[in-house]
């Protein structure tokens, strides 16, 4: 069992809708968890960060976090093509504070 | 807030050359640093970390090596390249208990 997993994709939605990418992690003492946004041939950039349980709202991006499930989710509400890209999750190993990464989920908006 | 310089951007190097990257880190101090591949449509795969001046760890047996021989300056070298080096080689700076910055990355393409 990979410790960050993701559904690869792609994920196809429609503009204007919402996008809902989810992760899952196999570290039950996890406390740090991570959404980064890439596009393509680019570097990861951070879009969000959650560390308790529930939503945590940044303008159209929601993070949702459920320790006991052991996943965490990110929603992505009025998406916009701009939003097309690859989604990485992290998950941080509070031992010695690197990230674990899933592979991504590649989100497309359909104009 | 910091900001991670990479060069270069793109390099095509033959088979069996040798290779240094250079990562080097401004607005910070005492970073802990990472340099990451990414194969093409793949996750990112640790390859060395650094939490200080001649300290380096490595995630991945291969023909590559790191150095950090400045606070801020983390370089990633080969002797000899193989066609399996290819790939896009993304530096990452983790400060505090906030996610990495990652810098702006080298493609290196091996023929």
């Known amino acids: 069992q990979k410790e960050v997993e993701q559904n690869s994709g792609p994920l196809s939605v429609p503009e204007g809708a919402i996008a809902s990418l989810n992760c899952t992690y196999s570290d039950r003492g996890s406390q740090s968890f991570f959404w980064y946004r890439q596009y393509s041939g680019k570097s990861p950039e951070l879009i969000m960060s959650?560390?308790s349980n529930g939503d945590k709202e940044d303008g159209r991006f929601t993070a949702q976090l459920n320790k006991a499930s052991q996943y965490v989710s990110l929603l992505i509400r009025d998406s916009q093509p701009s939003d097309s890209a690859t989604y990485l999750c992290?998950?941080?190993?509070?031992?010695?504070?690197?990230?674990?990464w899933g592979a991504g989920t590649k989100l497309i908006i359909k104009p | 807030s910091q900001t991670i310089h990479q060069w270069p951007a793109t390099l095509v190097q033959p088979v069996g050359s040798p290779l240094s990257l250079e990562c080097t880190v401004e607005g910070t101090s005492n970073p802990n640093l990472y340099w990451y591949r990414q194969a093409a449509g793949r996750g990112l795969q640790l390859l060395f970390y650094?939490?200080?001046?001649?300290?380096i760890s490595s995630e991945v047996p291969q023909n590559l090596s790191a150095s950090r021989p400045q606070d801020r300056q983390f370089i990633l070298s080969s002797k000899k390249l193989l066609l399996s080096d290819s790939g896009f080689y993304l530096c990452?700076?983790?400060?505090?208990?906030?996610?990495?910055?990652f810098g702006s990355g080298t493609r290196l393409t091996v023929v």
């Open positions: 992290a998950v941080r190993r509070d031992s010695n504070y690197q990230l674990i």
């Open positions: 650094s939490v200080g001046i001649g300290q």
């Open positions: 990452a700076s983790r400060v505090d208990n906030y996610g990495y910055t």
């Open positions: 959650i560390y």
